[in-house]
């Protein structure tokens, strides 16, 4: 079983940046595949980027070259650095790690690009 608190969220004028953290409780987090989706008001739920076990990255076309996804699995977290933030980018932002036949869910973190 496995645990995702996020945090990092918040109110951000556009141009700016955040980072978003995903905190993971239990063992063996280094197994994991981990993903960053978000989801924005009256939209589905869209993935923005993942990191493999091998640290192999991928990130969704409207956020290349701006958001950058990192792990550290000694402090058992991954991360979510977004820069150039536009208010497109505005939706809930949630922690997701799979494994074969598992799924976890973080409960999301809020991200609002506004002047």
């Known amino acids: 079983q496995v645990q995702l608190v996020e945090s990092g969220g918040g109110l951000v004028q556009p141009g700016g940046s955040l980072r978003l953290s995903c905190a993971a409780s239990g063992s063996f987090f280094s197994i994991y595949f981990m993903y960053w989706y978000r989801q924005a008001p009256g939209k589905q739920r869209e993935l923005v980027a993942s990191?493999?076990?091998?640290?192999?990255?991928n990130y969704a076309d409207p956020v290349k070259g701006r958001f950058t996804i990192s792990r550290d699995n000694a402090q058992n977290t991954v991360y979510l650095q977004m820069n150039s933030l536009k208010p497109e980018d505005t939706a809930v932002y949630s922690c997701?790690?799979?494994?074969?036949?598992?799924?976890?869910w973080g409960q999301g973190t809020q991200v609002t690009v506004s002047s």
């Open positions: 997701n790690a799979r494994e074969i036949g598992n799924s976890y």
């Open positions: 990191v493999t076990r091998e640290f192999s990255k």
